[in-house]
């Protein structure tokens, strides 16, 4: 099999892992061990309808894409595009059910309560002052970029290796 050096693009996204598997984590509480029903074919039914253990799996696949861009770790096209590929259902859908979930766990009463109270006490109508809505704003952005540079790397593999399989080194 031919060998070629891991595009810049690959090598690239070892940040982007870190910093999505931290993401995942605090966007969905996931523990730092998950257990796995194997007892028979079919008892995963209702694990995977789980959000938190799609997005724990989901964790598991960068843990993997991030030992895959290791410098010096030989691997091959094929598993870094199917890692990648396995990765996307689930990072597509993650912002969306991160906010759906934070949405639905909010209080909103007195969260508007909260509003009053700044415009009543002459507040300065700081977002600091109610817990700043740019910190969300800024996860989701952070989240969207290294999403993308995972599709620019899938992208690199694929033109390094002329759409064939090639070990990487």
Request: aromatic letters at 2%.
């Amino acid at each position: 099999m031919d060998e070629i050096p891991k595009p810049r693009e690959l090598l690239a996204i070892r940040g982007a892992t870190e910093d999505l598997f931290a993401l995942l984590r605090k966007w969905f509480a996931v523990p730092t061990t998950v257990t796995l029903d194997l007892r028979a074919v079919d008892s995963a039914v209702a694990e995977l309808g789980e959000p938190r253990l799609v997005i724990a799996m989901a964790m598991r696949k960068l843990q993997a894409l991030h030992l895959l861009t290791t410098p010096g770790v030989v691997t091959t096209t094929d598993v870094v595009l199917t890692v990648i590929q396995d990765l996307e259902r689930a990072l597509l859908q993650a912002p969306a059910m991160h906010l759906r979930d934070t949405a639905a766990a909010t209080d909103w009463d007195a969260a508007l309560a909260a509003l009053d109270d700044v415009r009543d006490t002459g507040g300065s109508g700081d977002p600091g002052e109610l817990g700043d809505p740019e910190d969300a704003n800024d996860d989701i952005t952070l989240f969207r970029t290294h999403h993308a540079a995972l599709h620019n790397a899938a992208r690199a593999v694929l033109h390094a290796s002329d759409g064939r399989i090639r070990r990487l080194v």
